[in-house]
């Protein structure tokens, strides 16, 4: 494998159910992020973590809970959601985090839809 | 105001000619700007970065920085089929405020 890969691709999840999300990068880098794309939006960043320690939470609901094990592994913890909470959510790594020139590199996502 | 702004399209080009992609931003503290171009199901990937006023080239993309009129663009010179997708502008703060913050994007559509 190589990049950044996420599993799974594709999620269906009722509001009551736990599910996570897995984020890997085989890229060296100590910088991971999670994205949360929804239609006509911008990407919203959600967590970083550097060198596996997270350094912004960006207003995220607790019913996201994300995890970093070591500096290759990302994982978002999905209880409880509601049905607006469906979205493409993107796992992504960096170098560095911080440094001027912050080139990102983004998995293929999970596509989320809560019921 | 939004932070990042992008004419949201679709921005329709012939092949061959020039398409201009266009960005601005509230922050004048920005310190560096990108272009992701996002095929349809598909993830973000980076094209381009640029931190300095003027122009940037690479290949058929250049990216255009002015810092005091807060705008970014790119423009793609002899447009092909496959440049067809949604580009994203994002644009970085400055120490304090490190986090990506990515415009709406662009739909362009290269017309054969």
């Known amino acids: 494998e190589t990049g950044v890969t996420q599993t799974p691709r594709h999620l269906v999840m009722g509001m009551t159910n736990k599910k996570s999300l897995k984020c890997e990068q085989h890229l060296g880098h100590n910088a991971m992020y999670w994205y949360k794309q929804s239609a006509k939006k911008p990407l919203e960043l959600m967590f970083v973590y550097s060198l596996e320690e997270r350094v912004e939470n960006n207003s995220v609901p607790s019913r996201f809970s994300p995890e970093c094990p070591n500096s290759s592994h990302l994982f978002l913890h999905l209880h409880t959601l509601q049905p607006e909470d469906s979205a493409l959510y993107l796992c992504a790594s960096s170098h560095m985090w911080g440094g001027p020139v912050d080139e990102q590199f983004f998995g293929p996502g999970t596509r989320l839809t809560v019921l | 105001q939004k932070e990042v702004e992008q004419n949201s399209g679709p921005l329709s080009v012939p092949e061959g000619a020039i398409a201009s992609l266009n960005c601005t931003y509230s922050?004048?503290?920005?310190?560096?700007f990108f272009w992701y171009r996002q095929y349809s199901g598909k993830s973000p990937e980076l094209i381009m970065f640029i931190y300095s006023n003027g122009d940037k080239e690479d290949g058929r993309f250049t990216a255009q920085l002015n810092k005091a009129s807060q705008y970014v663009s790119l423009l793609i010179r002899d447009s092909q089929p496959s440049d067809s997708a949604t580009y994203l502008c994002a644009v970085k703060g400055n120490f304090g405020n490190e986090k990506l913050t990515f415009g709406t994007g662009t739909r362009l559509t290269i017309i054969p």
């Open positions: 922050d004048r503290g920005s310190q560096s």
